[in-house]
Structures are given as structure tokens and as C-alpha cells.
């Protein structure tokens, strides 16, 4: 077992939203936060077969280089009409030719083959956001935590809140896309505020709740 030992640790990612969210969630804790993007490191291949295989791969890689403990985030929508998918390759749904990404492409590309499937009630269109959560060592022992947020998929986009497939999905008891819903708005467990229902959100609170943080006294 590692326990966070220092309050620097560095965030793996290159996407600027996710960075936006985890930095936001790791702030209240004093943890002095460096991104992948700050330090300049690359950006590892993800060849993994399963959201903690990518998210181990991330985390381990600026593990290494750095020196220091790195968390990282491998999260993905996974269509139930559409076996799983797009699931781990949630982001390459949405490369374009010019190596840029166009999620709206990508929702384009989930509704059309919903449609194919026959998908078209509602109760056909269900689906879920999936985080996972890797804290890894330049030695390669690493933690997971996992967060989940069930919901449907719905057609045309709702909102231009959020990032990636936020705009076509509507968590379960709710009335509003997540591309609807304000990440700063409070109380966070009410209806209109992603912050509480994200994916992400809840795998920190499985982190935040570890002995990781706790060690930190």
C-alpha cells in the first residue's frame, strides 16, 4: 500500500475540460496541482482494452517521467442499444481526418447508429457515463475508483454546458442534459447542477474518501 506523502501530485491529461473538472475537485484538499499540459509531457497511447487499462497507462506514464504520484481519468458513454459502445473509444468517435475532435460529429454518429438499431423509444435509449479514477507510482503500484451516472440519450442536443456527449445525455430523474446543467451552481445535489451528478464527481468522492487523502491528516 502507497499513501500520498507530499501534496504535489500531477494530473494526467491533456483534455482541458477534464483537467477544469479535477482540478476543481482536488482544489479544497491543498494538493499542488501540475498538469500533463503544464509539464509538457506526451501523450501516451492508449491501447488499452478497458477504461482502468487506459486510465493505468496515463497515470503510470507521468508517473514515470515526473517522479511523483500522477492521477489520471479514463471515462467514456456506453449506449446500451449499441453493446457498449462507444465506450473506451468514446473520444475516437469524435477524431476528424485533421487529427481534431467534433463532438458534435460524435453524437451525430451515436444517433445514427441508435437509429439503425431501432432505438427510438426511449426506453431503448439508455446508457451511462463511466469514470475511472487511477492514482499511480513511478514504481507501478496504483488505486482505482469508479463512478457511474445512468441516464438516456436524447435527440437533438439539449445545452452548451459541459464537454464531449454532455448535450445528448439526460441523467436518470432528471429534465436536463448535462450540456443544460451549470457546474458551479448550488446546493450541488439539485436539479441544474452537473457537479453532483458527474461520473467524475462521484469516483473522486470514492477517492477522496480512501486513505490516500485521508493520510494527509
Given at each position: 500500500?502507497?499513501l500520498?506523502?507530499?501534496?504535489?501530485?500531477?494530473?494526467a491529461?491533456?483534455?482541458?475540460?477534464?483537467?477544469?473538472?479535477?482540478?476543481?475537485?482536488?482544489?479544497?484538499?491543498?494538493?499542488?496541482?501540475?498538469?500533463?499540459?503544464?509539464?509538457?509531457?506526451?501523450?501516451?497511447k492508449?491501447?488499452?482494452?478497458?477504461?482502468?487499462?487506459n486510465?493505468?497507462?496515463?497515470?503510470?506514464?507521468?508517473?514515470?517521467i515526473?517522479?511523483?504520484?500522477?492521477?489520471?481519468d479514463?471515462?467514456?458513454?456506453?449506449?446500451?442499444a449499441?453493446?457498449?459502445?462507444?465506450?473506451?473509444h468514446?473520444?475516437?468517435?469524435?477524431?476528424?481526418?485533421?487529427?481534431?475532435?467534433?463532438?458534435?460529429?460524435?453524437?451525430?454518429?451515436?444517433?445514427?447508429?441508435?437509429?439503425?438499431?431501432?432505438?427510438?423509444?426511449?426506453?431503448?435509449?439508455?446508457?451511462?457515463?463511466?469514470?475511472?479514477?487511477?492514482?499511480?507510482?513511478?514504481?507501478?503500484?496504483?488505486?482505482?475508483?469508479?463512478?457511474?451516472?445512468?441516464?438516456?440519450?436524447?435527440w437533438?442536443?439539449?445545452?452548451?454546458?459541459?464537454?464531449?456527449?454532455?448535450?445528448?445525455?439526460?441523467?436518470?430523474?432528471?429534465?436536463?442534459?448535462?450540456?443544460?446543467?451549470?457546474?458551479?451552481?448550488?446546493?450541488?445535489?439539485?436539479?441544474?447542477?452537473?457537479?453532483?451528478?458527474?461520473?467524475r464527481?462521484?469516483?473522486?468522492?470514492?477517492?477522496?474518501?480512501?486513505?490516500?487523502?485521508?493520510?494527509?491528516?
Amino acid at each position: 500500500m502507497h499513501l500520498l506523502h507530499s501534496k504535489k501530485i500531477v494530473i494526467a491529461t491533456h483534455n482541458i475540460g477534464k483537467l477544469r473538472e479535477i482540478n476543481d475537485l482536488i482544489a479544497p484538499y491543498g494538493f499542488e496541482n501540475q498538469s500533463a499540459i503544464e509539464l509538457g509531457l506526451p501523450v501516451p497511447k492508449e491501447i488499452g482494452k478497458s477504461f482502468e487499462e487506459n486510465a493505468y497507462i496515463k497515470a503510470l506514464s507521468a508517473a514515470e517521467i515526473t517522479g511523483g504520484p500522477a492521477l489520471s481519468d479514463d471515462s467514456g458513454l456506453e449506449v446500451d442499444a449499441l453493446a457498449g459502445a462507444p465506450g473506451i473509444h468514446t473520444a475516437a468517435w469524435a477524431e476528424q481526418p485533421d487529427g481534431t475532435r467534433n463532438f458534435l460529429a460524435a453524437m451525430k454518429k451515436v444517433e445514427s447508429r441508435l437509429q439503425k438499431a431501432g432505438a427510438k423509444d426511449e426506453t431503448r435509449r439508455t446508457g451511462r457515463f463511466i469514470c475511472i479514477l487511477c492514482i499511480a507510482w513511478p514504481d507501478g503500484y496504483a488505486e482505482y475508483f469508479k463512478g457511474t451516472v445512468e441516464g438516456r440519450l436524447v435527440w437533438p442536443p439539449r445545452g452548451l454546458h459541459g464537454f464531449g456527449f454532455d448535450s445528448m445525455f439526460q441523467p436518470v430523474g432528471y429534465k436536463r442534459t448535462f450540456g443544460e446543467m451549470h457546474s458551479d451552481e448550488e446546493p450541488i445535489w439539485k436539479d441544474g447542477n452537473k457537479k453532483g451528478l458527474s461520473h467524475r464527481v462521484r469516483a473522486f468522492e470514492h477517492f477522496a474518501k480512501s486513505r490516500l487523502i485521508l493520510a494527509q491528516g
